[in-house]
């Protein structure tokens, strides 16, 4: 499938840097202001999230996603998948335990990781408001597709090993699995044609916080790694692509092998994380990605127009909801990276509403 048009800045260009917070971060527009007054009392708040979530499982469900149908399905079968999603020794930082997308126990709870595949797919919806027909399978592929082609120009070499700091349910984490091993094909075929290097099979790990996340993560893979082999010719000699390592861990105290990775991902997590959790993870990846890996850092682009011109009230909701997106469009996310140690630092936006930042170890 082709990837979306890309406005990508050359890695040479001028030292680029996060344009300034869309004026609704800091705003205290009256409307922003009263529904902040409203969700500041308890029962209030509560009534609202029930209609805005109601809202959104009812838009999304007559876009062909089964929201509710799903989540329970996606429960039963990662339950027993819990205790070996889970590593008691991980330490769960404080900052994380707080409410996130009006879920009260945040990402530790079953409610948010059965719920984040249909979430991740209407987020993809609502990328492209202007196509109703667009399906959610495809609105997902070109998203990512995007993303990935936005990362290709700073890959030097094949990818051997990938990691994906905050996988969640892991749809990221198989898009890339997925890409790298087109990528590897790709390069098998050419080096077949005359004398370029094979590409190794890549290895591609899965971190995040929420073991319950991990859970449905696992279910997913073993789900679609069913789907693909019943879907192949019965005598098809392609070997099904390598299983996906995945981590319980913390993004910025992974405990993994220094220099050891080609590539690190971030998919739309630094808006989850205060600055200097950030901070704290671009340090770790620098530490883990060899000498020339690469990190992409995807996320809500400061320069959309999009995000530049939310309607107040949708900008107060989403601002309930995400606790640290001020500390977000507040970072200069290029000058946090040059800070980090790495360089050749580039810009692409993705799609309308995502930007991509690509850097060099
Ligand atoms: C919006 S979701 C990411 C979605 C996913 N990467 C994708 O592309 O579909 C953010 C994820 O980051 C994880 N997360 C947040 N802080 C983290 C940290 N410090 N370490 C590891 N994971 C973290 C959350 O648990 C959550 O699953």
């Known amino acids: 499938m082709s990837a979306a048009p890309l406005s990508s800045e050359p890695i040479n260009s001028e030292p680029i840097s996060s344009a300034p917070p869309p004026n ?14 409203l969700l500041a009392v308890q029962p209030l708040r509560w009534l609202l999230f029930q209609q805005a979530r109601r809202l959104i499982i009812r838009t999304a469900e007559g876009r062909g996603i089964a929201w509710r149908q799903r989540r329970e399905a996606l429960r039963q079968a990662a339950e027993p998948l819990l205790a070996q999603s889970t590593d008691p020794a991980v330490a769960i930082p404080d900052y994380y335990r707080v409410r996130f ?6 990402n530790l709870c079953w409610a948010a990781a059965c719920e984040a595949e249909q979430a991740t797919d209407a987020m993809a919806l609502r990328v492209w408001p202007e196509q109703p027909d667009l399906q959610p399978a495809a609105a997902q592929r070109r998203l990512r597709r995007a993303i990935f082609a936005a990362i290709e120009p700073s890959l030097a070499g094949p990818v051997r090993r990938a990691l994906d700091l905050g996988c969640s349910v892991g749809v990221g984490t198989v898009a890339l ?43 997913r893979e073993a789900e679609l790694r069913a789907a693909a082999q ?5 005598a098809s000699l392609a070997a099904p692509p390598a299983p996906i390592t995945w981590r319980h861990g913390a993004a910025e105290a992974t405990g993994l092998p220094s220099a050891a990775y080609d590539l690190i991902t971030l998919q739309f997590v630094c808006h989850e ?3 200097a959790a950030t901070q704290a993870v671009l340090a770790e990846a620098a530490r883990l990605l ?5 990190i992409a850092l995807v996320d809500q682009d400061p320069d959309s127009a999009v995000i530049r011109r939310l309607p107040a009230p949708v900008a107060t909701l989403l601002k309930s909801t995400e606790p640290y997106l001020e500390d977000y469009f507040g970072l200069d996310l290029p000058e946090a990276l040059r800070q980090a140690g790495f360089h050749a630092v580039r810009r692409a936006a993705a799609d309308p509403r995502h930007r991509v930042l690509v850097a060099s170890r």
């Open 24 to 37: 609704w971060v800091a705003s205290r527009h009256p409307l922003g202001w009263l529904i902040n007054r």
């Open 101 to 106: 997308h009006a879920y009260d126990a945040g």
């Open 177 to 219: 699995r997925d890409w790298l091993l087109e990528r590897q094909a790709e390069a098998g075929a050419a080096a077949a044609a005359g004398s370029m290097e094979t590409e190794a099979i890549p290895q591609v790990e899965g971190l995040d916080l929420s073991a319950e996340m991990l859970a449905v993560a696992r279910v």
């Open 230 to 234: 019943a879907a192949a010719p019965a």
């Open 273 to 275: 994380l205060p600055q």
């Open 290 to 294: 060899r000498p020339g890996g690469v």
